[in-house]
């Protein structure tokens, strides 16, 4: 553990407690992208299901527990629970993630990867399918275009927490001489998403303006 990775994680668990506020302050779901969730629960699902078998720390079995419990909740909370549900825009998301994103994962895993045991191909598909994940979030954030604080500031989270896990990779190259290919460039794709929404948002906040949110052309 070093302070950029703990930064990470704030950052990420900061993300996902405005996304729970949001809906629960605002009673609604407008503007997420359900689909994005049901992605990162299941990389959440693929990636820590060694907690059941594996123990490394007290603060690493939380995290993994916090992270799947609060997506499944956000999931329920989105499509099954009312007033919350009726507020989803179902007509708004439909990427078709099943038929894109997931076979995506799997073949940028078939390219990237070089380890041979089951749990290290599910653990970069994991990274793969995170590094995308976010594409049906974007879509829906450039359709409403004006964006509520509370939901600029979860995706904003987000793009933090993943530079900070960046800047740990190169910190642990420099210190650990530890390097691993697929994080680096799955991390580095999912960083790229990202930018362009973190560009309009510091600087919307920075004039004090609403973020308004198009796709670079």
């Known amino acids: 553990m070093n302070i950029f990775r ?18 629960w302050k605002t009673r ?18 693929t990636r820590y299901l060694d907690v059941f078998f594996t123990f490394i720390s007290v603060y690493n ?3 993994k527990i916090f992270f799947i419990s609060s ?20 007509l708004g ?22 380890g041979t045991s089951p749990w290290e191909i599910v653990w970069s598909y994991s990274l793969w399918l995170e590094s995308i994940a976010f594409i049906p979030q974007i879509i829906m954030l450039q359709k409403i275009r004006i964006i509520e604080n ?21 910190y642990r190259h420099q210190v650990e001489t530890f ?3 697929t994080q680096v460039l799955s991390g580095t794709l999912q960083t790229v998403l990202y930018a362009d929404f973190l560009y ?16 670079p052309v």
């Open 28 to 45: 609604s779901a407008a503007g997420i992208s359900g689909k994005s969730q049901v992605l990162f629960a299941i990389v959440y699902i």
């Open 93 to 114: 998301d439909q990427f078709p993630h099943w038929k894109i994103l997931l076979p995506s994962a799997a073949i940028l895993t078939a390219l990237c990867h070089s």
């Open 200 to 215: 309009q948002f510091f600087k919307s906040v920075r004039e004090g303006k609403p973020v308004r949110y198009e796709l």
């Open 71 to 90: 997506t499944g909740l956000i999931i329920y909370l989105m499509r099954y629970h009312k007033p919350y549900c009726t507020t989803y825009d179902a």
């Open 61 to 63: 079995t939380l995290m």
């Open 150 to 170: 509370l939901t600029s500031h979860y995706v904003a989270m987000l793009g933090l927490y993943r530079f900070f896990y960046i800047v740990n990779w190169v």
């Open 6 to 23: 703990l930064l990470g994680d704030l950052s990420h668990v900061a993300a996902i407690v405005l996304l729970l506020l949001k809906i």
């Open 179 to 181: 390097f691993c290919w």
